[in-house]
């Protein structure tokens, strides 16, 4: 699925997915994530960034959970450790539980299956295309001809 490989690319290393991705979304999608943002605004004093990725961390894997159940083995890891994030966040139990229930119904009221807009990939390959065509153009120059090398130490 496209959608799973474009969200496998965004998990940090503490297992959280920053806000940015929502922009791949459509709008009642992203409209979902924010009423989590909402919910946890008023019960926590998260900070934004904090308080950004832990909602957007829990809507991307309810969607996960409720629309690509079928390619469950290639999203369980990321949805582990999103878990391990969210519970740092939320340390107190009730309030995890509680945050975790919400999650689950904002997206079940989601009408459609989350899919990525074709609108930013479109930009995306756009703007690559452009790179691309500019490299092109400038490959007689002498400046494109160069190979940067590094150099190892080697132990005797």
């Given at each position: 699925?496209?959608f ?38 008023q ?7 904090v308080l ?8 991307i894997?309810r969607?996960l ?28 139990p ?26 930013s990939?479109f930009?995306r ?15 007689g ?16």
């Amino acid at each position: 699925e496209e959608f799973i490989s474009h969200i496998l690319k965004h998990p940090a290393f503490d297992g959280s997915i920053g806000s940015k991705i929502l922009d791949d979304l459509p709008p009642p999608a992203s409209d979902g994530a924010e009423a989590l943002k909402t919910w946890l605004n008023q019960r926590t004093k998260l900070s934004d960034d904090v308080l950004n990725r832990t909602a957007t961390t829990a809507f991307i894997m309810r969607v996960l959970e409720r629309d690509y159940k079928g390619c469950k083995d290639l999203w369980t890891r990321m949805r582990e450790k999103g878990l391990e994030y969210i519970h740092l966040q939320l340390a107190l139990p009730n309030l995890e539980k509680e945050f975790l229930e919400h999650s689950w119904k904002t997206v079940s009221q989601l009408s459609e299956k989350v899919i990525l807009q074709r609108k930013s990939y479109f930009l995306r390959s756009e703007r690559i295309k452009k790179q691309c065509d500019a490299t092109k153009t400038n490959h007689g120059s002498p400046e494109s001809d160069r190979v940067l090398v590094h150099g190892a130490p080697i132990d005797d």
